[in-house]
């Protein structure tokens, strides 16, 4: 078996969360009758302190339908340039719901400094002829942030973009697909960030371990549009308990756990600080995300290959970096081994 680091999700189950995905009570849910995706959708609503749940597919679903649900068309969404759905997702809002993404620079902390996130809302407090913009619609924002390496940003920083959304009455919906290695990290609840902004996405793949799926989480009425958009984009399933079975292990089963992936991106972190011509980038690894640079794109191409067949499998981060990823199902020795093999296989170029 490679050590895949790749990403954090690629996890087998638990053999104890196949067997309540085995085990689950199933209905249909079109009709909002899976007793246990109910059961999914009530838990994560109650953790992360919103009304209602909505179980999705994928993360990618999640944010897409929540966008959806806040924006109109012709409406901006306000997000980081190196957010994960900017970056990643396909342009979908703007695809399949004709919302215009603006970009705001992604700073190296992964936030988006205030006076530009202000100076990007478009709005009648700003005295723009306001015929000329679109609209704005919604503020989105990411936690851990994944092309930053990782880094949490703290619930003060929500406190103040919540604060400017306030002054333009628009919602910030959070991409928080790890925002429960934010919370482990700073050893701080969820609630003290989500109490701040108004829609959540959040992963239950990813280092939670599920098979699949996320939730979305909000206020009732903004529930509501979410549920019709997840029905646009074909996201009613049926028979879904079998999968929410395995969200609902993650969120009671495996969120303490992180911890342990967090301490193994340090072993990884302090292997790798110490190899000449490597960078880690950011130099302080906070979370269970470890990205570090090798001065050249041929570099980090050329090593990628070399741990591939030595049996370590990471994914290249462009611009010679390079990004490992901890989680359920890599040890603490399989850290020591994949700084091994880097050890082993890496050469100048
Ligand atoms: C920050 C962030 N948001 C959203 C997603 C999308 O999740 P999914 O792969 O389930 O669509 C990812 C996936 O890596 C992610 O890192």
């Not at 109910?38 to 999705?56: H, I, P, Q, T, Y």
């Not at 756990?257 to 302080?284: C, K, M, Y």
């Not at 990628?304 to 603490?332: C, D, K, P, Q």
């Amino acid at each position: 078996m490679p050590i895949d680091l790749r990403s954090d999700t690629v996890t087998l189950p638990t053999p104890a969360m196949r067997q309540a995905m085995a085990n689950a009570e199933v209905g249909d849910d079109v009709y909002g009758e899976d007793p246990t995706v109910n059961r999914l959708e009530e838990l994560s609503a109650k953790m992360l302190g919103k009304d209602a749940g909505l179980f999705v597919s994928s993360g990618t679903m999640g944010n897409l339908a929540s966008l959806l649900a806040h924006c109109g068309r012709g409406q901006e969404a306000i997000l980081g340039d190196q957010s994960h759905i900017y970056v990643y997702e396909n342009g979908a809002a703007s695809a399949l719901g004709g919302i215009v993404y603006l970009p705001v620079r992604t700073e190296v902390d992964g936030t988006l400094a205030l006076e530009a996130l202000e100076g990007a809302v478009h709005s009648p407090a700003h005295n723009y002829h306001m015929f000329h913009y679109a609209p704005p619609g919604v503020i989105c924002l990411e936690n851990t942030h994944n092309r930053c390496g990782g880094v949490v940003l703290t619930p003060e920083y929500f406190a103040e973009v919540a604060a400017i959304a306030a002054r333009h009455g628009l919602p910030v919906h959070l991409d928080g697909a790890r925002l429960f290695n934010a919370a482990v990290a700073l050893g701080r609840p969820v609630t003290d960030w989500t109490r701040h902004v108004t829609s959540i996405q959040l992963c239950l793949s990813k280092g939670l371990g599920a098979p699949v799926g996320s939730v979305i989480v909000g206020p009732k009425e903004f529930m509501w549009r979410a549920r019709r958009m997840r029905k646009i984009l074909g996201g009613g399933m049926r028979q879904a308990g079998i999968i929410a079975a395995g969200g609902l292990f993650a969120l009671t089963q495996m969120v303490d756990r992180l911890r342990e992936d967090h301490a193994n991106a340090q072993i990884l972190a302090q292997g790798l600080a110490s190899f000449p011509g490597v960078s880690l980038d950011p130099p302080r690894v906070e979370t269970n995300i470890v990205v570090f640079n090798v001065g050249s794109a041929e570099g980090a191409e050329a090593l990628a290959g070399a741990l591939e067949r030595e049996g370590v499998l990471v994914s290249n981060f462009g611009g010679g970096r390079l990004r490992l990823v901890t989680h359920f199902g890599i040890s603490a020795e399989d850290c020591h081994r994949a700084v091994d093999t880097i050890r082993k296989v890496r050469q100048p170029v």
